[in-house]
């Protein structure tokens, strides 16, 4: 029963984190504009937000398998808050980019333990049960959170100070949450002593680091969790273009930032709603089948964004869309993983997930942002959304393809007619 308790601590936290980080996130790259950020400049400093992380990620995943996720929730939450005071005190590209890097990390830190939360103790059900409900109210997070900071924007005088209040807001309930942490760490059973594998001050020596880098990959070596790291890096790509320039694209179009603020929230309903199909979807095709197709889906959604434009209700749709195909891909990725590996490895299991899906955060803006600079953002999303989903289709393709030659392999022999 404790772990059930501390497991739907981590639906909760979970929830009000990625709130926060929904308040605030989407209303970046029009803030960085407002500051006379260029388009390339803004993409660079999105990617900003995965460089840490590359380099923190499995032995932050390490440190959580040593002393626990709670505590390295504190940690995570230190930078949440770093973020937030950097981007209200900026005037220009040097705090900006400071608040993207400490971002990246309270992310990586924050969203690899509360997902090891979560999924620790009980049987397969019951912890694809707990995953589900967390990927559910992390997209209520993700919906939350842009309604509420674009009530704030928009109850400003002047845009720019709308910005600042949302990251404000943002501010204090990292403290909030802050004090939860605080309250839970007295309560939760963290690892002890005896039992830990390597020591936290191990881990942060050069030789801990190689070596959790070393023990992470090594991970990857079983072929579910090949597939999902994967299927998890092209869907990321999508999702982080996606989240990063369309509210920019929304603006050109002379959408109120009210609305852009509905269809950001939108796209996280729409991704709570769709774990409500899950179960459905589970009992009639194979967790593999349904990766491979919300990725597909997803990748048509960026192509049609240029043609949906033009019409609120047919964007607002697409989004949707878009926000359900991507709201997939988190629990479904995280079970095909999670039953290959141990609980003792699942720490350093998210690490290696979440540092491939810092490696599509740091091409997608970055190349979406450059394509966008020299071609516009129109042209952006078609070529871009094109080339993805000929991807996709080539990954499903041959993820079928394989599969069916494993089944063949497996099958018995026939008995031999009489």
């Known amino acids: 029963m404790q772990s059930d308790r501390f497991s739907n601590f981590g639906v909760f936290g979970g929830f009000i984190f990625f709130s926060i980080v929904g308040m605030a996130n989407p209303f970046f790259t029009l803030y960085a504009a407002e500051l006379g950020a260029s388009t390339f400049a803004i993409g660079a400093m999105v990617t ?171 991970l990857a070596g079983q072929r579910a969790v090949q597939f999902g790291l994967t299927a998890t890096f092209l869907i990321m790509y999508i999702q982080s273009l996606y989240i990063s320039f369309l509210p920019l694209y929304l603006a050109q179009n002379d959408y109120a930032t009210m609305l852009i603020s509905v269809a950001i929230a939108l796209k996280g309903l729409s991704g709570m709603l769709a774990r409500f199909l899950l179960g459905y979807l589970m009992s009639r095709f194979s967790l593999e089948s349904i990766l491979t197709t919300a990725g597909v889906v997803a990748a048509g959604c960026v192509v049609l964004t240029p043609l949906a434009v033009s019409d609120p209700i047919t964007m607002l749709a697409l989004v949707a869309l878009m926000g359900a195909a991507v709201g997939i891909n988190l629990p479904v990725s995280i079970m095909i993983m999670v039953d290959a590996i141990g609980e003792g490895q699942r720490g350093k299991l998210m690490g290696l997930r979440l540092l491939v899906n810092r490696f599509a955060q740091i091409l997608s803006p970055v190349m979406f942002g450059l394509v966008g600079q020299l071609l516009g953002l129109t042209a952006a999303f078609l070529g871009g959304g094109a080339l993805l989903v000929g991807v996709l289709v080539g990954f499903a393709t041959y993820v079928r393809r394989s599969t069916a030659r494993a089944q063949t392999w497996r099958a018995p022999p026939k008995e031999p007619a009489e």
């Open 48 to 218: 900003l937000r995965a460089v840490l992380p590359i380099f923190i990620a499995l032995p932050s995943g390490q440190m959580i398998d040593s002393i626990g996720p709670v505590r390295m929730l504190q940690v995570g939450s230190v930078a949440l808050l770093a973020s937030m005071l950097c981007t209200i005190f900026a005037t220009g590209l040097v705090l900006l980019s400071l608040s993207q890097v400490f971002l990246g990390a309270a992310i990586i830190i924050m969203a690899s333990s509360f997902q090891v939360l979560v999924s620790k103790g009980g049987d397969r059900d019951k912890r694809n049960d707990a995953i589900k409900r967390y990927a559910m109210w992390m997209s209520a997070g993700g919906m939350v959170g842009p309604v509420i900071g674009g009530l704030i924007i928009s109850s400003a005088a002047v845009p720019l100070e709308g910005y600042r209040m949302a990251f404000v807001t943002s501010a204090a309930a990292t403290l909030a949450l802050m004090g939860a942490f605080v309250w839970i760490a007295r309560h939760y059973p963290h690892p002890k002593i005896e039992e830990i594998e390597i020591s936290p001050r191990d881990v942060m020596t050069m030789k801990g680091i190689t070596q959790s880098y070393r023990s992470g990959i090594s």
